[in-house]
């Protein structure tokens, strides 16, 4: 744990302990320090209480509270109780009963942290494991951002709880940076940016994290997927399509079943006896169709690629628009392939990301080399042998691409280690966008074979690489990176034709009409606001070219050009117009 942390967890302890003394009814649950701050979880309706409400509202008298306890320099000491001791100091409250018994289960010591001295009027105590700061004098900077709720654990069939989100930074030059990007984060939300552009809906009539793309937001959706489709082509991938249902044998085979169940959705059970489920994933399909005739050498690498929908059983605490969603369109394909092929392919999917990503203006990104924790090999499939030269194969590609990369323990996949491109968004968020794999696993496991040069059976290599992930997370990603402010190409509307007046509708119209002719979006403005009120609206929408049509227009057969953020381009013939607007789309330009 760095300083930040500890800063931060202290923090949150000063702020528990300032909406306790201000709200003395709640019961305290649980509270983290997290990457950008911290926040505190708080049971605001306890059994036989007469519920309180802590809203934003209470935040100024929360910070007046936490600032003196602030300024008295309470010392923060850490104390290692016995069970029967915890239970006595926690008693009456739920919440703390269960960390205790948890921490008991797993043979770990009982801590606490006292602010203020034990025992005294203004002190209070919590089961923490730490690190802390020596006192509270030593928080510096600190805010409270937000209420929210939360279920207990994240999990939705336990109770709601009120959750108190704030931060805390060593100075206030550091505070006041974090708010600014914190204001210019939402400015660029993609949930927000969504509902006003009317990309997308997640309607509770369908269901939580099911997401409806609206007319606008599907073009955005088909327009990458069409280019998707065309650049992989090109990249020697052949397409297919599976179902999104498949009977539970075809993961008892691949090893989620009953390994990864609970991020399932539950089994159908259909007439003909058998449990069907929602496809978590689309590997098993692609290597049914690997299997459904002899291979030899010759046909390998094999590339088999779909934009294949998937459902995933999320909680619901950890839904998040379009980033975690549970059914979503992946870029996903598998590559059969021979082992003495399988680094250059596997150089070759990097690149290929890296060809998406320098299209889309995305310049700031790493990878994380996942792997197994030595100490809890238990959760993990197949020998030593087969994790060490897998981890081997993707190294040697790694070492051939110029990209940054970091490494983590136990976040393998159950069957192998696999690396993640994370691409950082343009104010500081990371995602990781795409998992990909080299896979000594699946194919014993599938019994998929080939007939090598020397007439012997061999087992493929299997590469999983999905470069746009989802087209959930990544139009969500693309929402916040261009601010809604997407390039021309792809743009729902493009450009917007607006008349000054009646007397230049049927121009207005042909120009219009010239422009679509083009491939290009265009929609005719001619409603009866004002102009000035149509410009502003197609500025909301961020349309990226307004063009302005008067009786100067009109009689020289121009155009006024206006490009989004009050840029004025002057007048051009439509012609010039055409050619520029193609090329722009065309080229997949980031300017305008």
């Known amino acids: 744990m760095n300083s930040l942390h500890a800063l931060r967890h202290s923090a949150e302890h000063v702020m528990h302990q300032a909406v306790k003394e201000l709200f003395p009814a709640i019961q305290l649950a649980m509270g983290p320090a997290t990457d950008d701050g911290f926040y505190n979880d708080f049971d605001s309706s306890p059994q036989g209480v007469e519920p309180v409400e802590v809203t934003e509202k209470d935040f100024p008298r929360l910070e007046k509270r936490m600032r003196e306890l602030i300024n008295l320099n309470l010392p923060i000491t850490r104390h290692e109780i016995s069970e029967s001791e915890a239970k006595k100091l926690f008693k009456g409250n739920p919440y703390k009963l269960e960390w205790v018994s948890d921490i008991v289960k797993k043979g770990e010591p009982i801590t606490v942290y006292w602010t203020g001295e034990p025992g005294a009027r203004n002190a209070m105590v919590d089961l923490c494991r730490g690190p802390h700061v020596a006192s509270t004098g030593e928080i510096k900077a600190f805010k409270l951002l937000s209420v929210a709720g939360a279920y207990w654990h994240g999990d939705e069939k336990n109770k709601m709880l009120t959750r108190i989100y704030g931060t805390a930074f060593p100075s206030k030059k550091e505070l006041e940076d974090f708010l600014q990007r914190r204001e210019e984060a939402k400015r660029r939300d993609h949930r927000k940016l969504g509902q006003e552009l009317e990309l997308f809906l997640i309607s509770d009539a369908v269901g939580p994290g099911l997401i409806l793309w609206q007319p606008k937001g599907n073009i955005i959706k088909e327009l990458i997927e069409d280019w998707a489709k065309a650049t992989e082509k090109a990249w020697g991938y052949q397409r297919v399509t599976t179902p999104s249902i498949t009977k539970a044998g075809l993961y008892y085979t691949s090893g989620h079943l009953p390994y990864y169940q609970k991020d399932m959705y539950p089994p159908m059970k259909l007439d003909d006896g058998a449990e069907y489920f929602l496809k978590p994933m689309n ?103 087969m994790w060490e030269k897998a981890e081997s194969l993707m190294r040697q590609a790694v070492e051939q691409v110029d990209i940054p990369m970091v490494e983590t323990r136990g976040n393998a996949a159950f069957y192998g280690p696999k690396i993640d491109f994370i691409i950082h968004s343009s104010i500081g968020r990371e995602f990781a966008i795409s998992t990909n794999q080299i896979d000594l696993f699946m194919g014993d496991r599938f019994g998929l074979q080939y007939i090598d040069a020397d007439g012997k059976e061999k087992t493929p290599v299997i590469i999983h ?36 007046g009646e007397s230049q509708v049927v121009y207005a119209k042909l120009v219009t009409e010239k422009l679509a002719d083009k491939g290009l979006r265009v929609e005719l403005w001619d409603q009866a606001e004002s102009l000035p009120k149509r410009i502003r609206l197609a500025e909301k929408q961020k349309t990226p070219y307004m063009l302005i049509v008067g009786d100067k227009e009109v009689k020289a057969d121009t155009v006024s050009v206006r490009v989004r953020g009050n840029q004025d381009q002057g007048v051009k013939s439509v012609p010039d117009f055409i050619e520029q607007a193609v090329h722009l789309n065309h080229s997949k330009s980031l300017t305008l």
């Open 465 to 500: 690489r999905a470069p746009l992930g989802s087209h959930e997370r990544f139009i969500g990603f693309l929402i916040e990176q261009f601010a809604g402010a997407f390039p021309l190409w792809l743009s729902p509307v493009q450009i917007a034709v607006l008349p000054v």
């Open 283 to 385: 590997c098993p399909h692609h290597h049914q169709l690997y299997a459904a005739r002899p291979r030899s050498y010759r046909d390998l690498p094999l590339r088999l690629a779909e934009y294949g929908t998937c459902y995933r059983y999320e909680s619901s605490g950890e839904l998040f628009g379009l980033m975690r969603v549970r059914g979503f369109a992946q870029n996903d394909s598998h590559i059969y392939c021979r082992e003495d092929q399988a680094v250059q392919e596997f150089v070759s999917v990097m690149k290929l990301h890296e060809y998406y990503y320098q299209v889309l203006g995305i310049k700031d990104y790493h990878l994380e080399l996942a792997l197994r924790d030595p100490k809890d090999t238990h959760k993990y499939s197949g020998d030593d042998a």
